[in-house]
């Protein structure tokens, strides 16, 4: 009886993961600049690949190898907010017309980072 509930509460874990990062996969076609693109894609693979590897650390049990999942899982979040920080900083320094595709918030702020680099 509690094989079922593990595995239920496992597979309820990864259609959750797989829910969540199917609608990144939809923000990534839906939103049109990159920016915005890349705030889609940064929030919900972080909570999708805790769901999915939770589920599997659930599904197998707590071993050496769910251990290794939550290495995974650690090292990607602070992997994902990294490289999502720098993708988006090349946007602004690269695209020269961001002032027409979307509110410039702060347009010292742009001039500064260009002129660093």
């Known amino acids: 009886m509690l094989d079922w509930i593990r595995y239920g509460l496992a597979a309820l874990l990864e259609i959750a993961g797989l829910f969540v990062l199917l609608s990144a996969v939809l923000g990534l ?63 602004i320094t690269v695209n020269t017309h961001l002032d027409h595709d979307m509110t410039v918030e702060d347009p010292a702020m742009v001039a500064h980072t260009r002129e660093d680099d």
Do not use: N, Q
Request: aromatic content about 8%.
């Open 29 to 91: 076609f839906r939103f049109r600049y990159a920016l915005s693109r890349i705030h889609a894609a940064a929030l919900a693979d972080t909570l999708g690949i805790l769901l999915m590897l939770g589920g599997l650390m659930v599904a197998s049990g707590f071993t050496v190898t769910s251990l290794k999942m939550a290495a995974v899982i650690a090292l990607l979040w602070c992997a994902s907010p990294v490289a999502s920080h720098l993708i988006g900083r090349l946007e």
